[in-house]
């Protein structure tokens, strides 16, 4: 049974720096690749990037100046950095599992119970 | 990017009968090389994550029951729940895979008349 648990600050300060991380069981984090979602309250789903242990990294456009993503291969987790946050980056963040197969993607999986963070001084 | 939209924003059916929701995609989401649509459908309860129902546009995933289907193919899709039972009251939306950034639906809220 694939699970994925989001971990971190609930509350971060304006201007400061988001850190998330995604526990892996169930699975090797070295056979997938990884999602960061996250969701404002009562608003839709944006995908914030993905990331796989082999180096591959891809960010949305709209966010990539500020996210950085890593991998623990040790310890089965993968992590989300968000910097300069402001209250636009209050949401439900969610962890994902997605699989590719040659050239060939599939969509998020395996998901998260997601965490909420807040951005609030 | 892509843009999905869904229509309509909300409905609400009676228990048994039919609900169908439309995602319409700004490019095509059929990628030549294994003639596939890049189309998912999650479904999401309050409080809990989104739940893969569909993908390949029509695909169900393993576990989901078969009063939910899907079709469609290039930039038109749609969801079918063909009897909806109460526990099917949720938020539907979806997604398109074929190019990054995957983007979203902006959401169709699904409810019991």
């Known amino acids: 049974q694939v699970q994925l648990q989001e971990s971190g600050p609930g509350l971060v300060k304006p201007s400061e720096t988001l850190s998330l991380t995604c526990t892996v069981s169930?699975?090797?984090?070295?056979?997938?690749?990884w999602s960061w979602i996250r969701q404002p309250a009562g608003k839709g789903l944006e995908w914030i990037g993905r990331?796989?242990?082999?180096?591959?990294?891809l960010y949305s456009p709209s966010l990539a100046s500020r996210v950085t993503m890593s991998v623990d291969m040790s310890k089965n987790q993968f992590s989300l950095k968000l910097t300069s946050v402001t209250a636009a980056d209050t949401a439900v963040y969610y962890c994902?599992?997605?699989?590719?197969?040659?050239?060939?993607?599939?969509?998020?999986?395996?998901w998260g119970q997601g965490t909420l963070v807040t951005v609030s001084s | 990017d892509i843009v999905m939209t869904q229509s309509p924003d909300s409905l609400a059916v009676s228990l048994g009968e039919r609900a169908t929701i439309s995602c319409r995609s700004s490019?095509?989401?059929?990628?030549?090389?294994?003639?596939?649509?890049?189309l998912a459908w999650y479904q999401q309860k309050p409080g809990q994550p989104p739940k893969l129902l569909i993908y390949?546009?029509?695909t169900r995933e393993s576990g989901v029951p078969d009063r939910f289907s899907g079709s469609g193919s290039g930039t038109d899709f749609t969801l079918t729940v063909s009897s909806l039972q109460a526990e099917d009251v949720a938020i539907y939306y979806c997604?398109?895979?074929?190019?990054?950034?995957?983007?979203f639906g902006q959401g169709t809220k699904v409810e019991i008349k």
């Open positions: 490019q095509s989401l059929l990628y030549n090389y294994n003639n596939k649509n890049y």
């Open positions: 990331i796989s242990t082999t180096g591959s990294i």
């Open positions: 390949w546009a029509s």
């Open positions: 997604q398109q895979y074929v190019s990054a950034p995957r983007t």
């Open positions: 169930g699975a090797s984090i070295s056979n997938y690749f």
């Open positions: 994902a599992r997605l699989r590719k197969t040659g050239v060939i993607w599939y969509p998020d999986d395996y």
